[in-house]
């Protein structure tokens, strides 16, 4: 028997999995208005606090007055405006690549460059712990998709070993994960792409703008950025802004042209996006961008700390990323919604983002977060986490 929609919301809902939208207003600051008060926000992937950045405010104005407020359709349609251009080779020079290639979305940009580069007969290897678009582009793919235990190069390696192929190798893997905040291990990753000849795929978006040095991701701080032959990228998270790119060589950049769907049928970013994009890398490389960096990680660093005295079992997160424990989904979205009650804005994430019996609250620091507004939140965070049995 055919069961009805309002039957299937019933059940994700007695199963503790409902969702919903949570409307806000004002900038993703680092204290936003909820119906009507102001709560302080710590589930922002706005990292370095550039979402309402004047300079990026400014850009965009700019570029809607100049170039409109559309691109009109796909880039192989109504022709590559110069901002694209330009973000193009800003994106290229950033992440000292050949070339770039933009997409108009993370899960767009995943979804469109992974079926471009592999399909049947092909074999792609991917961490248990990836984000659900680079399944998504896996499966689109209709290569083999073979998972490997999260960050085990070991297992990886014997994984390879086994399902040898004269097809195409891809290995796929977050630069910074986005559920746990740990980082990927590229270093063993590229020595297996070299063994087995095989192409090596780095989504970044959380680590963007954030790791490294100059801020150019996980490829940088571990030193490997020659060896990584797609580092793709967002503009949402760090760098305030939308859309997202992928930094290749330029024949990778020819053929995704030709072969990424999603790239090739998607009306492209307009004016006023790719011009915000642009100045927000401009920040990121400039003393600026250094001083917000070094203040995230400082407040990552504290929030931590603050969290684990208060006795939170947190997984190894290094980055911006912190997740606390919780277990059950019921619990955990029990435990959001106190929290809100308290001027606490963090999300509870539940199943299928996480294994059943993983759900955890997901925090985020940001940049522009002061050391007052972290030692309330965890004090706030910590209150509610006794009352509920979680510490």
């Not at 503790?16 to 926000?41: E, K, M, N, P």
């Not at 020079?93 to 460059?113: C, E, V």
């Not at 040095?213 to 032959?229: F, H, K, N, P, T």
């Not at 019921?330 to 019996?357: C, H, K, N, W, Y």
Request: glycine residues 10%.
């Amino acid at each position: 028997m055919e069961i009805s929609i309002e039957e299937q919301l019933q059940e994700i809902r007695e199963r503790g999995l409902f969702r919903s939208t949570r409307v806000i207003g004002g900038c993703q600051s680092a204290h936003v208005q909820i119906d009507g008060r102001s709560v302080l926000i710590l589930c922002s992937n706005n990292y370095l606090g550039l979402a309402d950045h004047p300079v990026l405010i400014e850009a965009s104005v700019r570029a809607a007055q100049q170039y409109g407020t559309s691109s009109g359709a796909s880039r192989l349609v109504s022709g590559t405006m110069e901002l694209h251009e330009r973000l193009e080779s800003e994106v290229a020079s950033f992440k000292n690549t050949d070339a770039a290639l933009l997409f108009n979305s993370g899960y767009a940009a995943n979804t469109g460059i992974i079926p471009a580069l592999a399909g049947r007969g092909d074999v792609i290897y991917s961490d248990r712990l990836n984000h659900a678009s680079i399944i998504d582009g896996a499966l689109l793919s209709g290569a083999r998709l073979i998972r490997y235990p999260h960050n085990d190069h070991v297992a990886l390696s014997k994984r390879m070993e086994k399902n040898r192929s004269n097809g195409r190798i891809l290995i796929v893997t977050d630069g910074v994960f986005s559920m746990d905040g740990d980082m990927a291990h590229l270093r063993e990753l590229v020595e297996l792409k070299r063994r087995f000849k095989g192409l090596l795929m780095v989504d970044d978006a959380h680590g963007s703008g954030v790791v490294g040095e100059q801020g150019r991701g996980v490829a940088e701080l571990l030193g490997v950025s020659d060896d990584i032959d797609i580092q793709m990228g967002t503009f949402g998270k760090a760098l305030g802004s939308f859309g997202a790119y992928s930094a290749v060589s330029a024949p990778l950049r020819d053929l995704l042209i030709n072969r990424a769907r999603s790239f090739i049928f998607s009306t492209s970013l307009p004016p006023a996006v790719l011009a915000a994009s642009s100045a927000a890398i401009g920040v990121v490389r400039s003393p600026e961008g250094a001083q917000r960096r070094l203040r995230l990680a400082e407040n990552a660093a504290l929030f931590r700390k603050l969290l684990g005295q208060a006795g939170f079992e947190l997984p190894g997160s290094t980055t911006q990323i912190i997740p606390i424990m919780v277990g059950e989904a019921e619990t955990t979205m029990r435990f959001s919604r106190l929290l809100l009650d308290e001027g606490v804005f963090v999300q509870g994430i539940r199943p299928p983002t996480v294994p059943a019996g993983a759900s955890r609250l997901r925090c985020t620091v940001m940049a522009t977060h002061t050391r007052d507004d972290l030692e309330w939140a965890a004090d706030r965070i910590a209150t509610v986490g006794r009352s509920l049995g979680v510490i």
